[in-house]
């Protein structure tokens, strides 16, 4: 089993940035998969980036070259970092976690993401 809490979330300006952090209840060591996932209002939650034990990543068209997920074991938690955010990035975010292939997901609660002048 495995808990996750996500946490950065806020309103910024068009062009601005913000980190977001998915604390993980265990050592990142023992998690298959990391990821970030959106949700915005009306529209289908979709997968932003992802991140294995290994390191591999992987970013939804939308996002490269903008975001950046990465993983602090010491800390067992990873992060979302998001520049030049645009007002289509508003979403609420959500960190998922698989602890090998073929377990349930774990999902966070989400944190809101407001881009808006």
């Known amino acids: 089993q495995v808990q996750v809490v996500e946490s950065g979330g806020g309103l910024v300006q068009p062009g601005g940035s913000l980190r977001l952090s998915c604390a993980a209840s265990?050592?990142?060591?023992?998690?298959?998969?990391m990821a970030w996932y959106r949700q915005a209002p009306g529209k289908q939650r979709e997968l932003v980036a992802q991140i294995t034990t290994g390191g591999s990543t992987n970013y939804v068209d939308s996002v490269k070259g903008r975001f950046s997920i990465s993983r602090d074991n010491a800390k067992n938690t990873v992060y979302l970092q998001m520049n030049s955010l645009k007002p289509e990035d508003t979403a609420v975010y959500y960190c998922?976690?698989?602890?090998?292939?073929?377990?349930?997901?774990?999902w966070g609660q989400g944190t809101q993401v407001t881009v808006s002048s």
């Open positions: 265990r050592s990142l060591f023992s998690i298959y998969l």
């Open positions: 998922k976690s698989r602890l090998s292939p073929g377990l349930p997901d774990t």
